[in-house]
């Protein structure tokens, strides 16, 4: 008897296999203090620059990784258009299926009792050598880009280690977070002597996320309008760009929440690290 399989019949499909993504990699790994976590890391199949490849940090990686990977190689693929080159890109993220982990990101990303500086510590000093051991990387060169939270947490990278990332992308940063408690992070680092190397921040934000309909969802308006988000973001960006400490961009996305503005902020923030200094206008190093 003549058995036809699934492909040959119209209408039919045939058994499905596991995709992967390109050139990307799982590693499940435990901080010093035994925290678990899942790090993706992509790493090009191009050989390496001389001084190694530039990297993108992103928290939330198992929401945020999967997007700005294909950012990068959709933009990396056309040099002469986007002037983005091959990058390592890395993802920070947790056991689970959830795109978010809610407690585990408010203990990493807030800088609540002391939070947020040990997932820096983590980054600097577990993430970046454990990367480095997979592909050479140029450490003049690092980005870090998070959204909400992890918008927080990159000012917090920011005022707190300004050596430490070339570039930073604030996604969407919940600025009104511990009654908007990053302004006084903000006016240490101010006060601080400019860093040597001038660090570049991305600041952005969906146009459409301070609005609702408050006679539909009251609750909602209420926490909206306390949030200030794109007023926040905005307020943010005037005062940095002004200090004189740092290049600061601000970017804000018509028509998109505090959701759908994630694969914009993501495309962008792939164009704005990872480009070659000398076709943004920036040589130095």
């Not at 490849?53 to 990068?72: E, H, R, Y």
């Not at 300004?162 to 240490?188: K, Y």
Request: proline residues 9%; charged residues 20%; glycine residues 8%.
């Amino acid at each position: 008897m003549r058995t036809t399989s699934a492909s040959n019949r119209p209408g039919e499909f045939s058994p499905g296999v596991a995709v992967a993504l390109p050139h990307a990699r799982q590693f499940d790994i435990r901080s010093a203090q035994g925290q678990p976590y899942r790090l993706l890391v992509a790493v090009p199949p191009e050989a390496p620059p001389a001084a190694g490849f530039p990297v993108l940090v992103l928290v939330d990686g198992d929401a945020l990784f999967a997007t700005a990977l294909t950012a990068a190689r959709l933009q990396g693929g056309r040099p002469e258009v986007s002037g983005v080159c091959p990058a390592v890109i890395v993802g920070i993220g947790y056991p689970g299926a959830a795109p978010f982990d809610a407690e585990r990101r408010r203990q990493d990303l807030l800088p609540d009792g002391g939070g947020a500086d040990r997932f820096l510590d983590l980054i600097e000093t577990q993430l970046l050598p454990m990367v480095a051991d997979l592909a050479p990387i140029d450490r003049a060169r690092l980005a870090l880009a998070g959204h909400s939270f992890g918008g927080l947490f990159t000012l917090h990278a920011l005022f707190n280690r300004p050596g430490l990332f070339r570039s930073l992308v604030a996604g969407s940063p919940s600025i009104w977070w511990n009654e908007r408690g990053i302004l006084a992070t903000r006016a240490q680092f101010l006060r601080s002597p400019a860093p040597i190397m001038r660090p570049r921040l991305l600041i952005t934000v969906g146009g459409e996320e301070q609005k609702t309909d408050p006679l539909r969802f009251p609750e909602r308006a209420t926490r909206l309008e306390k949030a200030r988000m794109v007023d926040n973001a905005a307020e943010m960006a005037k005062s940095l760009a002004a200090s004189g400490h740092l290049d600061c961009e601000h970017v804000v996305f018509a028509g998109e929440n505090h959701v759908s503005v994630i694969p914009a902020m993501l495309s962008r923030a792939v164009a704005f690290t990872l480009a070659e200094p000398s076709v943004r206008g920036d040589s130095a190093r």
